[in-house]
C-alpha cells in the first residue's frame, strides 16, 4: 500500500454525506484489498454511473486528504488517514468482531438480577412517572408520561372509563391509562405506531419463554453472523426498500447484523414474544443508525454510535425488567389500537361512548412522520414500496406538505375561519416570490381542515359533560405567527363544543425562528 503525506485533513463527520459514503466504502475495499468500481458506487448512492455528481465527490475527497488516487488506478490511503482507515474498518468488520455475550448470561442465569430502578415497593405512579414500558420505544414529539396520570385524577375519571387517544404514536396515552385501569382506544394512520402500542400493551408475557427464545437467539446470532456470506436468509427489506434510502440509514455491517437477528426472531412461534423482540429489533436498529432528527431527518456516518448488538441486549433486558414490575399488578385496562385515521372515528366507536379525550395531534410544522419512520415500517415489513408509503401519507393530518395530494381538500372546512385566512395569506406574501415554500398557505388550510374534521368527528361519540384535550403548540412559518390553540377552540366553538379554553403546558423554542412559544392544552367540553 503506497502511504503518502497529506496535511491536515478535515473533520470526516463534516463531510456531506455522499462523501461519506464513498470514503467509507472505499476504505472497505482497500481493507479487503479489493479494487472499487464506479458500478459499486452508483448502487451504493443511487445515482448514475455517468453522473457528474458521484465524480465530483471523489474528485473532493481527494482535494480534502481523505484519498489518493483514482478509480482507473486504484486508491490509497494518505498517512495521516490510518487512524481512520482503521477505524472504519473495525467498525464494519462483523466477520472479525467479538460480540457481547451479555445477553447470553442474562437469559441462562437462574437468579434474576434485581432492577436498580427502585429501591422500594413500586406502585403505579412509580411505574408511571419512571417510564417503565413507555421507553421500550419513544417517540420524537411524546409528551411526559406523568401528564396522563395527572389529567386522570384531575378529570375525576372511574376505573373502566374511556379514554380515546386520536394520535397513538407510541402508546404514552394508552399505557398510561391502562397502568390506572382505563380502558383506551388508539388511533394511527402509520401501521408501525399501532403495532408499537399494541405491543407496549401487552404484559401477559411468559417471561420463563421470553428468556429461553432469547437464549436460543441470541447464541445463534453471535455463531451465525461471522460466516453470514454462507447463510441462507430471507434479506426481507434489504431486497424492497430503495437503495439509496437503506444506504443512507445503515452501513453495510449493519444491514447484515439487522437481517440475521431479524430471521432468528420471525422463527419464534409466540407471537407476542416474538413481538416484543421485534420492537427491540427495531428500535436498537434505528438508534445504531446513521440518523439524526433534529428535527428533520439527517444523516451523519461517522458521528458515534452505540453498538446494534450491545442496544439490543440492553432492551431485551430492559423489557424483561418492565414486564416483572407490572405483572406484580394484575389490575389494568384493557387498549384497542385501530390502524386508520382518526378522522374515521366513527366506524369503529358508539355514539356517546367516550369519557375523555386527550392527545398531541400533529402541529403545522412542516414534519413529514413517515420519513422518520421510514427505515422501521421497511424492516418490520408494513411497507413494501413507496406507493405503500404513499397510502399511510394519504390518510395522515396534513401538517406538512409532503402529505398534501391533489385530491385533498380538507382546506374548505377551515376557509370559513377569518383567522386561518388571514395566516394563510400572510405566508403567501412572504413566499409568493420564491422557488420555495409556496406550498406552506395551503398546508396550513389543509391542516387546520383536517383538525376541524378531527374536532367534528369525535363530538357525537363523547358523552355529554365529556373533555376532550389537546396538547399543542403556536408555530412560526417564514417570519408568519401562528396562533394554533386560539384558531382550534374558534372551530371547536363552531362545532358546539363548549368550556373552551387553554392552559400553558411549558414553552418552547422555535427551530425556525429564535423565538419563544407557547405549547399549550387546548381544552373542549361536550
Not at 468488520?93 to 438480577?113: G, H, L, V, W
Not at 396538547?471 to 417570519?479: A, E, F, L, S
Request: net charge neutral; glycine share 4%.
Amino acid at each position: 500500500m503506497t502511504v503518502l503525506t497529506q496535511p491536515q485533513i478535515i473533520n470526516p463527520s463534516k463531510l456531506p454525506f455522499l462523501q461519506a459514503q464513498i470514503l467509507q466504502q472505499i476504505y472497505l475495499n482497500l481493507s479487503e484489498h479489493n479494487k472499487t468500481s464506479i458500478e459499486e458506487l452508483s448502487e451504493l448512492a443511487g445515482y448514475p454511473k455517468e453522473s457528474k455528481i458521484l465524480a465530483d465527490a471523489i474528485k473532493m475527497l481527494n482535494n480534502k486528504g481523505f484519498i489518493e488516487g483514482d478509480l482507473l488506478l486504484g486508491f490509497s490511503i494518505p498517512e495521516n488517514c490510518f487512524d481512520l482507515f482503521s477505524k472504519i474498518v473495525k467498525r464494519n468488520d462483523y466477520k472479525r468482531k467479538e460480540y457481547s455475550e451479555n445477553i447470553i448470561k442474562f437469559a441462562e442465569s437462574k437468579d434474576d438480577t434485581p432492577s436498580t430502578l427502585f429501591e422500594f415497593e413500586q406502585t403505579i405512579s412509580d411505574l408511571n412517572k419512571f417510564g417503565v414500558i413507555h421507553k421500550w420505544y419513544d417517540y420524537l414529539e411524546d409528551f411526559p408520561y406523568s401528564l396522563i396520570e395527572e389529567k386522570i385524577i384531575e378529570y375525576k375519571l372511574k376505573h373502566e372509563s374511556l379514554i380515546v387517544e386520536p394520535f397513538a404514536g407510541s402508546g404514552t396515552t394508552l399505557i398510561s391509562a391502562n397502568l390506572f385501569q382505563c380502558n383506551s382506544v388508539g388511533f394511527d394512520a402509520n401501521p408501525l405506531m399501532t403495532f408499537i402500542s399494541e405491543v407496549k400493551t401487552t404484559w401477559d408475557i411468559d417471561l420463563v419463554l421470553y428468556k429461553k427464545e432469547i437464549s436460543n437467539i441470541s447464541k445463534r446470532f453471535v455463531k451465525e453472523i461471522h460466516n453470514f456470506d454462507k447463510l441462507q436468509l430471507d434479506l426481507g427489506f434489504i431486497n424492497v426498500m430503495p437503495k439509496k434510502e437503506i444506504n443512507q440509514w445503515l452501513s453495510s455491517a449493519l444491514q447484515k447484523e439487522v437481517i440475521l437477528l431479524k430471521n432468528l426472531i420471525d422463527e419464534i412461534k409466540n407471537k407476542k414474544i416474538k413481538n416484543l423482540l421485534l420492537i427491540a429489533l427495531s428500535k436498537s436498529c434505528f438508534d445504531a443508525s446513521y440518523v439524526s432528527l433534529c428535527p428533520g431527518t439527517t444523516f451523519y456516518p461517522f458521528r458515534e454510535k452505540e453498538d446494534f448488538w450491545d442496544l439490543f441486549t440492553k432492551k431485551v433486558i430492559s423489557i424483561y425488567n418492565d414486564l416483572k414490575h407490572v405483572q406484580k399488578h394484575n389490575h389494568y385496562g384493557k387498549s384497542e389500537l385501530i390502524t386508520d385515521t382518526c378522522l374515521n372515528a366513527r366506524k369503529y366507536l358508539k355514539p356517546e361512548s367516550i369519557d375523555f379525550i386527550i392527545t398531541s395531534p400533529p402541529y403545522p410544522n412542516d414534519l413529514e412522520y413517515t420519513r422518520q419512520t421510514r427505515l422501521e415500517l421497511y424492516l418490520l415489513d408494513f411497507v413494501k414500496s413507496m406507493d405503500d408509503v404513499q397510502q399511510i401519507k394519504r390518510k395522515m393530518v396534513k401538517g406538512s406538505t409532503k402529505l398534501i395530494f391533489k385530491e385533498s381538500n380538507s382546506e374548505t372546512y377551515a376557509m370559513k375561519f377569518e383567522d386561518v385566512k388571514i395566516v394563510s395569506n400572510k405566508i403567501y406574501e412572504q413566499t409568493k416570490d420564491k422557488n420555495w415554500g409556496f406550498d406552506y398557505p395551503r398546508m396550513v388550510r389543509e391542516y387546520f381542515g383536517d383538525m376541524y374534521l378531527c374536532m367534528l368527528e369525535f363530538h357525537s361519540l363523547m358523552k355529554k359533560d365529556a373533555n376532550f384535550l389537546q396538547v399543542v403548540g403556536d408555530q412560526t412559518i417564514k417570519g408568519v405567527y401562528i396562533p394554533v390553540c386560539d384558531i382550534l377552540i374558534k372551530m371547536a366553538q363552531e362545532i358546539g363544543y363548549r368550556n373552551c379554553r387553554k392552559e400553558l403546558f411549558r414553552m418552547r423554542r422555535s427551530t425556525g425562528h429564535n423565538v419563544l412559544l407557547p405549547e399549550e392544552i387546548v381544552i373542549i367540553q361536550k
